[in-house]
């Protein structure tokens, strides 16, 4: 029908790793800023703040090349938008849905060199609304 229903639609270069995070360092779960608390009448009161996901990769071995990929993302700065995926080729819908989000880089990246001719680089990405 030529036709595409599509909330963001994100194209160009990426990414992949060849060996992707490190299962003890991955990690995603949600940022809440609403606080609930309780009145002197002690009925709950509610402000919403505010809610977004959190991912962070440990990317514990990269050879030279992924290193070099990674590093060229860093070096654009903090805040750039991408689209981050812990589990990119997993053909379950869900598993992309729950660990894919479209962030940005949030914390510096030191990169490591653990190993001889192995890098690693700690990553930290924050939905964007």
């Known amino acids: 029908l030529a036709y595409i229903e ?8 990426y990414i992949t ?3 992707n995070a490190d299962q003890q360092g991955f990690s995603i779960g949600w940022v809440e800023q609403t606080k609930p608390q309780r009145a002197e ?11 977004w996901r959190q991912l962070k990769l440990n990317l514990a071995i990269l050879e030279p090349t992924s290193r070099n990929s990674i590093l060229s ?3 654009n700065g903090l805040g750039r938008g991408v689209w981050v995926s ?17 962030g ?22 924050e939905e964007m609304g």
């Not at 914390?107 to 060199?113: A, E, I, N, P, V």
């Open 17 to 19: 790793p060849v060996r």
């Open 104 to 125: 940005a880089l949030v914390q510096d990246t030191m990169f490591g060199y653990p190993v001889f001719d192995n890098w690693s680089a700690p990553l930290v990405f």
């Open 73 to 75: 993302m860093v070096a």
């Open 41 to 51: 009448s002690r009925d709950l009161r509610i402000e919403a703040l505010g809610r």
């Open 6 to 13: 599509a909330s963001r639609l994100a194209v160009g270069s």
């Open 86 to 102: 812990a589990f990119p080729d997993d053909a379950e819908t869900s598993t992309n849905q729950v660990h894919g989000l479209w």
